[in-house]
């Protein structure tokens, strides 16, 4: 499997490697973010360590393979027959490797390890606290379920043995488009497959990134047999406690229905059920909850839109055309995606630019350095990028999946204007800036978008910004 991106991640890792103390960290995320493949990669990368993982059987079948592995690693022929009996003799055995040597121990489903050992926590701070924070141990605590986020959580809760233990911690999220792009190459097809794929490195290292979106829709999403297919679905399944409810929240959303009262309409769910899911969702980063960008964090006007443009893509066409694609008719799904693609790009879009313009902040391509950036909308009335900063500036920008003349960007900038009056934000004494992102501005008229005093940026951009 290919390794892609994760750079942020692994220098924190060498970063903690390099200190002089014993380290322990947690790594978390949902399943199929790549948590096992992150750290195979900083092992590979000339930090000695050893994998260790959890699976759903008895403790003395857990003890028996770890020991096994450890023989191995360590060259030990007496741990080969003897085997470590109990917690406190594994743990004891890693002591006194580690007072030799500095190496990682990478606990992988670690949740599997303490559902059939409940003092396994207490057991691991007793000796964290007594042994190991004094070694050159390098320890590594993974969680990589849906259920065993919220386990990895408590774990490290207040109340919890474990509790002040952790050194530092990761939750591992979904790809931005920066690391994909640059794996798919062509900026066009990388905003297509990212917007159909999304950042889940289990799946954008299935697609062929030499060949179109439409192709790899087919050969890995709308085949019966293809795993993307089915897993989508399966996560949701195997690790949500009832799943329905999650089914039609994400239904709703995929259709449009993106307020909380239309959630509720669609459902039929009670609204403290909705909200509770809602969280959930969130917190696995599937979702997301957005307000106007001039509210404040309290405002009770947030829309629900998906993060993760993998499940969005897969309940806006997929969920709805099951039945037709496990009878073997995904030719005719295709061609219903093909029709619906390009509204669907537009939304996708959106949220690629935003990330665009945080990178042309960091580099000062922008009118002002920005603090904040969002979308704002009243009533019918909405604009898709806004970004202030902390005096009075605010730059007011619209984004368009489409190649465009400088005549179309100017009408749409117009229309731009007249929406910005609308947004209360410092409007006696604020300073406006306009612009425009599309996927393509023909000809010269970028130039003339900039030489009338507007910002404008297309994917040729996309690629000079991104290779920096």
């Known amino acids: 499997m290919n390794f892609i991106g994760r750079k942020k991640e692994l220098e924190i890792l060498t970063e903690r490697f390099n200190s002089s103390k014993a380290e322990f960290l947690l790594i978390y995320g949902r399943r199929r973010i790549g948590k096992t493949e992150l750290v195979n990669k900083f092992i590979s990368t000339d930090h000695p360590g050893i994998?260790?993982?959890?699976?759903?059987e008895s403790k003395k079948l857990q003890l028996d393979r770890y020991s096994r592995l450890l023989a191995e690693y360590f060259n030990d022929d007496l741990l080969r027959k003897q085997g470590l009996k109990d917690w406190d003799a594994f743990f004891e055995y890693i002591y006194q490797q580690a007072k030799k040597q500095r190496f990682i121990l990478a606990l992988d489903e670690f949740p599997y390890l303490v559902k059939d050992d409940k003092?396994?926590?207490?057991?691991?701070?007793?000796?964290?606290?007594?042994?190991?924070?004094?070694?050159?141990?390098?320890?590594?605590i993974l969680g990589s379920s849906i259920s065993s986020i919220s386990m990895m959580e408590r774990l490290m809760s207040y109340k919890a043995p474990l509790y002040g233990r952790r050194t530092d911690q990761i939750k591992l999220n979904a790809l931005p488009f920066t690391d994909v792009a640059g794996y798919a190459g062509d900026m066009k097809r990388a905003v297509e497959l990212y917007s159909v794929f999304g950042g889940t490195p289990a799946y954008i290292t299935q697609i062929d990134p030499q060949r179109d979106v439409y192709w790899n829709i087919d050969r890995h999403i709308l085949r019966f047999d293809s795993f993307i297919y089915r897993d989508i679905k399966f996560i949701l399944l195997e690790e949500l406690e009832e799943p329905r409810y999650y089914f039609s929240i994400l239904e709703s959303i995929a259709s449009g229905s993106v307020t909380m009262g239309k959630i509720i309409n669609y459902t039929g769910l009670d609204r403290s059920l909705v909200g509770k899911y809602l969280n959930v969702l969130i917190d696995l980063g599937i979702i997301k909850r957005e307000i106007p960008v001039t509210d404040s964090v309290r405002s009770k006007k947030g829309l629900y839109f998906f993060r993760d443009n993998a499940f969005a893509f897969w309940f806006r066409f997929i969920f709805p055309a099951e039945d037709m694609i496990d009878l073997g008719h995904g030719d005719v799904v295709l061609e219903n995606i093909k029709n619906g693609m390009n509204p669907y790009l537009g939304r996708t879009f959106e949220d690629i630019a935003k990330e665009f313009l945080w990178l042309l902040n960091s580099g000062k391509a922008v009118p002002f350095t920005f603090s904040k950036l969002g979308s704002?909308?009243?009533?019918?009335?909405?604009?898709?990028?806004?970004?202030?900063?902390?005096g009075s500036n605010i730059f007011f920008c619209e984004v368009k999946w489409k190649?465009?003349?400088?005549?179309?960007?100017?009408?749409?900038?117009?229309?731009?204007?007249?929406?910005?009056?609308?947004?209360?934000?410092?409007?006696?004494?604020?300073?406006?800036?306009?612009?425009?992102?599309?996927?393509?501005?023909?000809?010269?008229?970028?130039?003339?978008?900039?030489?009338a005093g507007y910002y404008a940026f297309d994917l040729k951009d996309f690629e000079k910004w991104m290779a920096k």
Request: proline share 1%.
């Open 403 to 451: 190649d465009l003349t400088a005549a179309e960007s100017l009408v749409i900038i117009n229309r731009l204007k007249e929406k910005a009056g609308h947004a209360r934000w410092h409007n006696s004494d604020r300073t406006e800036y306009y612009g425009i992102i599309a996927r393509r501005i023909k000809g010269n008229g970028k130039k003339k978008l900039i030489d």
């Open 51 to 56: 994998i260790l993982i959890g699976r759903e």
């Open 376 to 390: 704002w909308w009243y009533r019918d009335k909405e604009i898709d990028i806004v970004t202030m900063d902390t």
């Open 119 to 140: 003092a396994l926590p207490s057991i691991l701070q007793d000796y964290w606290d007594t042994r190991l924070k004094d070694s050159g141990i390098y320890l590594i």
